[in-house]
Nanobody, 116 residues
Framework: QVRLVESGGGLVQPGGSLRLSCAAS????????VGWYRQAPGKQRELVAS???????DYVDSAKGRFTISRDNAKNTVYLQMNSLKPEDTAVYYC??????????WGQGTQVTVSS
């Protein structure tokens, strides 16, 4: 069992930055693929960024060049650094940890609002 707790969301002006954190319980978190998803009102949840155990990363096109996902396995934490935020980034951001196709955990989400 892995428990995920997101933090770092909030209200920020367009062009601003936020760093989200996903803190995990469990001793083997380092082997999980971790993704940050977001869901805006009335829209489907989408994968924003992911990082595998070896450190390779992937991003949705709208996040490339603005967002950076990273992990600190010693702290059992994955981060999402978000720069140059836009109003369309407004959503609830969720952390997901998965191992293969069977093991899958979600956090409770953290709200990000980009508005002037």
């Amino acid at each position: 069992q892995v428990r995920l707790v997101e933090s770092g969301g909030g209200l920020v002006q367009p062009g601003g930055s936020l760093r989200l954190s996903c803190a995990a319980s469990g001793r083997i978190f380092s082997i999980y693929t971790v993704g940050w998803y977001r869901q805006a009102p009335g829209k489907q949840r989408e994968l924003v960024a992911s990082i595998i155990s070896g450190g390779n990363t992937d991003y949705v096109d709208s996040a490339k060049g603005r967002f950076t996902i990273s992990r600190d396995n010693a702290k059992n934490t994955v981060y999402l650094q978000m720069n140059s935020l836009k109003p369309e980034d407004t959503a609830v951001y969720y952390c997901n940890a998965k191992l293969g196709s069977v093991i899958n955990f979600w956090g409770q989400g953290t709200q990000v609002t980009v508005s002037s």
